[in-house]
C-alpha cells in the first residue's frame, strides 16, 4: 500500500474539518493513539491543519500509562482505532474512519485557521525513568528547523526513502515522519513482523529501497550491513554507540 503527497494532503485537509466539526478549535490539543501508519501521519497533519497540536502515543502501552498522560497533555480529543482503548478511555474519541466518512463537501465550512510560528505544534513526553513523564511543547518554528537540519546532516531529499521504526510515543518518531516530508522524501512504515530484528527488518529495508535509518546501536548490532546494501544514511541514536558499530557500518557510499 501506497500513497501520493497529493493524496496524503487532500486526505488531511478533508481530516482538519471533521476534527474541528468535533468541536477542536486553535490551540487545542489532540491525542493521536494510532499504529505506525500512513493514517497515524495523516491524523498530526490533519491536527495541525486545523490549528491545533498533537500528542502522539503508542497503542501498545497499557490503559494504566496512557490515562494520566492524556490527563497531563489535557486533551480534547483522542483519535484512535484500538477496541481496548475506545472501551476503556472516558475521552471524547473519534477513528480514523468517522474522520474519512465526515464533514462531507469542506467547501461548504469555514476557512481553516491560519497557523503563526509561535502556535504549539505538538507535545512529547519525556520516558519517565526518573519518576512521571513530563511534557515538552514544541512550537510550529521548530519544526522546519529541524527539517532544514536534518535534509542536510541526513542527506534527505526527494530521492530518499526514511524508514518509520520509533515508537509513535518518542520524539524520534517526528524525524522519521513529518520531517521527511518536509524534504519531499518517502516514508517506509513495517509492520509489527518486519520490525523484528535480523532478517526481517533487514528484508523490509532491502525491499522498500530504504536509504536512510535512525536506530539505537544494540539494533544495528543485530543486523547485517550486507543484507541492506541500499542503506546511504545511518544515524546510531539513544544509546552510546561503540566504535565497533561504526566500522562495521561504514563503507566508501554509506556514512
Same mark, same amino acid.
Given at each position: ?6 493524496? *496524503?494532503?487532500? &486526505?488531511?485537509?478533508?481530516?482538519? =474539518?471533521?476534527? &474541528?466539526?468535533? !468541536? ?6 489532540? /491525542? ?22 498533537? %500528542?502522539?502515543?503508542?497503542?501498545? =502501552?497499557? +490503559? ?8 497531563? #497533555?489535557? @486533551?480534547?480529543? %483522542? +483519535?484512535?482505532?484500538? =477496541?481496548?482503548? *475506545? ?10 474512519? /468517522?474522520?474519512?466518512? !465526515?464533514? !462531507? ?10 497557523? &503563526?510560528?509561535?502556535? *504549539? #505544534?505538538? *507535545?512529547? $513526553? ?9 511534557? %515538552?511543547? +514544541? ?7 529541524? #527539517? ?23 520524539? #524520534?518518531? +517526528? ?16 509492520? /509489527? @513482523? ?9 528484508? $523490509? ?30 544515524? /546510531? ?6 566504535? !565497533?558499530?561504526?566500522? &562495521? ?7
Amino acid at each position: 500500500q501506497s500513497t501520493t503527497y497529493c493524496a *496524503l494532503w487532500a &486526505r488531511a485537509e478533508h481530516w482538519a =474539518h471533521a476534527i &474541528r466539526q468535533n !468541536g477542536v478549535r486553535q490551540g487545542d490539543i489532540v /491525542a493521536v493513539i494510532l499504529p505506525r501508519s500512513a493514517e497515524a501521519i495523516t491524523a498530526q497533519l490533519a491536527i495541525l491543519r486545523a490549528g491545533a497540536a498533537f %500528542v502522539s502515543l503508542d497503542p501498545e =502501552h497499557p +490503559i494504566g500509562r496512557l490515562k494520566p498522560t492524556l490527563n497531563a #497533555a489535557d @486533551t480534547c480529543l %483522542v +483519535i484512535t482505532d484500538d =477496541h481496548q482503548i *475506545l472501551s476503556s478511555l472516558d475521552n471524547p474519541m473519534v477513528t480514523p474512519a /468517522a474522520l474519512d466518512r !465526515g464533514p !462531507g463537501d469542506t467547501r461548504m465550512f469555514s476557512p481553516l485557521p491560519v497557523i &503563526r510560528p509561535d502556535d *504549539l #505544534a505538538y *507535545l512529547v $513526553f519525556t520516558s519517565g525513568s526518573t519518576g512521571q513523564p513530563k511534557p %515538552v511543547a +514544541i512550537e510550529h518554528w521548530g519544526l522546519p528547523n529541524l #527539517a532544514l537540519a536534518h535534509s542536510k546532516l541526513f542527506d534527505l531529499q526527494p530521492s530518499k526513502r526514511m524508514l518509520n521504526f520509533a515508537s509513535p510515543a518518542f520524539d #524520534a518518531a +517526528i524525524g522519521e515522519t513529518l520531517i521527511p516530508l518536509a524534504t519531499g522524501a518517502a516514508i517506509a512504515i513495517p509492520n /509489527a @513482523t518486519e520490525r523484528q530484528p535480523g532478517a526481517p527488518l533487514e528484508g $523490509f529495508i532491502d525491499r522498500a529501497g530504504v536509504t536512510t535509518v535512525t536506530l539505537v546501536p544494540s539494533l544495528l548490532a543485530a543486523l547485517d550491513p550486507t543484507a541492506v546494501p541500499g542503506l546511504s544514511t545511518v544515524v /546510531a541514536m539513544g544509546e552510546a554507540c561503540p566504535p !565497533g558499530i561504526i566500522e &562495521r557500518w561504514h563503507t566508501p557510499n554509506r556514512r
